[in-house]
């Protein structure tokens, strides 16, 4: 007879699978929107009408917006478990265990992780707030009321940061991945990665490139502009965003590899 204490599932291996489990589960309903809003929505609306645009928006607008920004905290949620919570008996947590971010692991995931926390935050301080305005401002536009004429440049902005999201999520879900199914798995990274001067090129490269693309979004160029050349058209977010994942994997081997 199993006692629950003797189920797999309630054990330590078990608690780790779990809140791996949820980070899978919320992160595809957080990246799941963006991608509708970035290749569904945003197009569409585009094409509609003023008055069943403004519908829209007061209706559809915020229920998803909902899933995605509690996707999102959920994400980030889920994630810090997977840190915290040792993935088999006599591991130290990943999360007290500085010397993990040493590892070709921790060096992997770090990169994930950053490109993640960065766009978390656009959710949660660019793309959220803007959006509470605009559906504000639909509302009252329906209501008879007078349009927000501030509202154009935020919305440019919050369009800039979500694009950006898409952009980042491409190399960021390359290193989700790449972590436990390549990084960790041949032992040839291990010795790459135990050069101090090496992991360094790794993380200024990595942290330069998130502050660029961020510095980017925020400055909100008007579309057109070849600051924003990435972000203007979603097909060019989507090479772009491989081209990246490529030339940090390039990178990547020849550093550790
Ligand atoms: C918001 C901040 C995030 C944090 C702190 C975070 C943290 C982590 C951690 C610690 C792991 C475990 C790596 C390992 O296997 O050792 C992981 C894996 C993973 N994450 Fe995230 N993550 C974040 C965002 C996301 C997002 C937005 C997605 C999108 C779907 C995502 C998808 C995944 C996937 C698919 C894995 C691989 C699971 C596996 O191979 O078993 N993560 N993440």
Redesign the pocket.
Do not use: D, K, P, Q
């Given at each position: 007879m199993h006692s629950l204490a003797t189920i797999g599932l309630f054990e330590d291996y078990g608690f780790n699978f779990l809140a791996?489990w949820g980070?899978?589960l919320s992160?595809?309903t957080?990246?799941g929107l963006l991608y509708y809003f970035n290749f569904v929505q945003t197009p569409a609306f585009a094409a509609f009408e003023a008055g069943p645009r403004n519908e829209a928006f007061a209706k559809l607008v915020p229920r998803a917006m909902w899933w995605f920004r509690w996707g999102?905290a959920a994400?980030?949620g889920f994630?810090?478990l997977?840190?915290a919570i040792p993935?088999s008996s006599g591991d130290d947590s990943?999360l007290t265990h500085m010397a993990f971010f040493k590892s070709a692991?921790g060096v992997s995931?770090a990169a994930?992780?950053l490109m993640?926390?960065v766009?978390?935050l656009n959710v949660w301080l660019v793309i959220w707030p803007a959006q509470k305005r605009a559906i504000a401002n639909a509302q009252n536009v329906l209501a008879g009321k007078e349009a927000d004429a501030g509202l154009p440049p935020v919305m440019r902005r919050a369009a800039t940061a979500s694009r950006t999201n898409t952009f980042l999520?491409i190399p960021?879900?390359w290193y989700?991945?790449f972590?436990?199914?390549f990084a960790?798995i041949d032992p040839k990274y291990a010795a790459g990665v135990s050069h101090g001067s090496k992991r360094a090129v790794w993380y200024i490269v990595v942290v330069a490139f998130v502050a660029i693309a961020e510095a980017i979004a925020l400055s909100a160029p008007p579309v057109g502009n070849a600051k924003s050349y990435h972000l203007d058209d979603h097909r060019r977010t989507i090479v772009g965003g491989v081209i990246v994942a490529v030339l940090l994997y390039v990178l990547w081997e020849g550093l550790f590899g």
């Open positions: 791996r980070h899978i992160g595809i957080w990246i999102a994400t980030l994630g810090i997977l840190l993935e990943r692991e995931i994930g992780i993640a926390l766009m978390f999520s960021m879900l989700m991945a972590t436990a199914h960790g």
